[in-house]
């Protein structure tokens, strides 16, 4: 059986390892974008000077030949699903028994005049780091970012570290507010801000003027302001690359429609990662969820489900992490920006630093729902066995060390929660020791 892949992301790169693992099929892994896997997350810090691209792959280049699974690099222009073929950009034509496609995400553009002028882009293919170095080489004095989230703080940070200055567009009146609650989305306002970045908030963009072809400034939607600059970095979240899926007959909405075993609706045609729109997804989950670990483990899904048995998708509890300059963020389970009148919501922030931690829980039973963390690690594990259990806030308090993952010699501000917790109820509540973990805790928490 020959098993074709398009893409070479995470989500693709997962499941022809674990093809591999599972079976002696033919595989065959397709990606214009490079010839091997690598980290789309580390190419900020190839751009920053901390890593060079060889860096950022995932196994040296001998590891994809070694274990017998083909690259091709190529794009693909067509995927006939009636003699299961797929068409390239070099002309060559493969046939496959069973496709996966895995092809992730594409920037967004909105029909901004101008957006198509040289030096305006996204963040989020190899390419356009290519762009990136190239255009800073040609020399940036001022670049503009449209938009915040999690790309548009990356790209703010890896021009500031070439100390090109930046402003940002931001819609909101704060900043990721439409994910963050509004303690903590203040405190990346206030981040950005003392970093040195121009960020205006609740302003939009009009039109990105050009000179020759190239960018040459910005004006903005509400204040009517003229920004010059050489680069316009495009970061209004990204949507499933699909272009070239739209004539297969393989149906698509936002992005590729797949049922809870990642089937498309053709015979024998899989789809994994980002490019996925779930038509069931689970309580609480997204149809579609444009993130790194939910990637992974559809790779190991889909690979499942092709070599073994069909197993249906289960992300698990909602889980992501990111770094706002030297702010580390995670969230466990559900925080919604605006807390439900069911859920009480228990945050505490340190009075000098960019740490916080919240705890969601549910009012009437005080089941534990969510965590956020601000500046501070929790074991992804603990919490997600916590929220899993539906274990009581007030367990969750008395054990809040189980859950730290800060290294060695760093403050912890557990205590100062469950003073917040008691302060808040008139309870006594009191923080036991923290230990190492027993084997079977290991086992439980990780």
């Known amino acids: ?123 989020y293919h190899l390419q356009d780091l290519e762009s990136m170095v190239a255009a800073s080489q040609m020399g940036i004095k001022r670049a503009v970012i449209i938009g915040g989230g999690l790309i548009g703080i990356e790209m703010a940070e890896m021009f500031h570290s070439r100390h090109i200055h930046v402003t940002m567009l931001v819609r909101e009146e704060s900043f990721w507010n439409v994910v963050l ?88 045609v899989f789809a994994l990662g980002d490019c996925v729109e779930l038509s069931a997804p689970n309580p609480g989950r997204r149809p579609i969820e444009a993130v790194w670990y939910t990637g992974r483990i559809m790779g190991k899904t889909g690979a499942q489900t092709i070599c073994v048995e069909p197993t249906k998708y289960n992300p698990g509890i909602w889980f992501n992490s990111a770094k706002f300059f030297d702010i580390e963020y995670q969230v466990y389970g559900d925080i919604p920006a605006k807390t439900p009148e069911n859920i009480t919501s228990l945050y505490w922030q340190h009075p000098h630093e960019n ?11 005080g089941a534990v729902t969510g965590f956020n963390l601000m500046g501070i690690r929790y074991r992804h594990a603990v919490c997600e066995k916590w929220i899993g259990d539906k274990t009581s806030i007030e367990t969750v308090i008395e054990n809040l060390s189980l859950a730290n993952f800060d290294p060695e010699f760093f403050d912890q501000y557990e205590g100062a929660f469950v003073e917040l917790y008691n302060e808040k109820t008139g309870k006594s509540l009191s923080l036991k020791s923290k230990r190492k973990l027993s084997k079977v805790e290991q086992f439980l928490f990780g």
């Open 1 to 123: 059986m020959h098993i074709i892949i398009i893409g070479n992301g995470i989500a693709g790169s997962t499941a022809a390892r674990y093809i591999r693992k599972n079976s002696d099929h033919e595989v065959t892994m397709i990606s214009g974008e490079s010839e091997y896997p690598f980290s789309r997350t580390a190419l900020m810090y190839v751009y920053m000077g901390h890593m060079k691209f060889d860096h950022t792959k995932l196994y040296e280049d001998w590891f994809w030949a070694k274990n017998r699974i083909n690259t091709v690099k190529a794009w693909v222009k067509n995927i006939n699903t009636s003699d299961k073929s797929i068409l390239l950009d070099n002309g060559q034509s493969l046939n496959y028994d069973k496709l996966i496609i895995a092809t992730g995400s594409k920037s967004n553009k909105f029909g901004w005049p101008g957006q198509d002028l040289n030096g305006v882009q996204g963040m």
């Open 355 to 365: 740490k916080a931690i919240r705890i969601n829980y549910e009012t009437a039973s």
């Open 181 to 268: 609650p509004k303690e903590e989305s203040s405190i990346i306002n206030q981040h950005i801000l003392a970093n040195g970045i121009d960020l205006r908030l609740s302003e939009e963009l009009l039109e990105i003027k050009g000179i020759d072809g190239k960018v040459s400034s910005i004006i903005c939607k509400n204040s009517g302001e003229e920004i010059p600059c050489e680069f316009v970095g495009l970061t209004v979240g990204v949507s499933p690359n699909i272009d070239f899926i739209k004539d297969s007959g393989i149906a698509t909405n936002r992005g590729i429609i797949a049922n809870d075993y990642l089937e498309t609706s053709a015979k024998d």
